[in-house]
């Protein structure tokens, strides 16, 4: 009988051991995913603006995809054209050409 006792108590105190691991691992595991959490918040919102942008040409499309104005340059001369939509609902194109 008092070898049963004996056995009982060991498995309730490994059993015991074997809780407080767990806990500890949750602990661990609840920290690190945190850890990782706000570190992919910061890399999100910490956006670096370039100092400078380059392009033969910038195009505003409208959001059915429809190309609303271009402001473009070549070696010689800079354009510039706009899409208006005039109150008759018709569409005008302006264009400005300039050196």
Do not use: H, Y
């Amino acid at each position: 009988m008092e070898t049963q006792a004996l056995e009982w108590e060991a498995i309730l105190e490994r059993l015991g051991r074997l809780e407080q691991a767990n806990r500890r691992r949750r602990v661990v595991a609840s920290a690190s995913l945190l850890v990782m959490t706000l570190a992919l918040l910061m890399g999100a919102t910490a956006q670096r603006v370039p100092d400078e942008i380059r392009a033969r040409a910038f195009v505003v499309v409208a959001s059915d995809g429809r190309s609303q104005g271009r402001l473009g340059a070549s070696a010689q001369r800079l354009s510039r054209s706009f899409r208006n939509a005039r109150a008759d609902g018709a569409q005008s194109r302006r264009s400005l050409s300039g050196v």
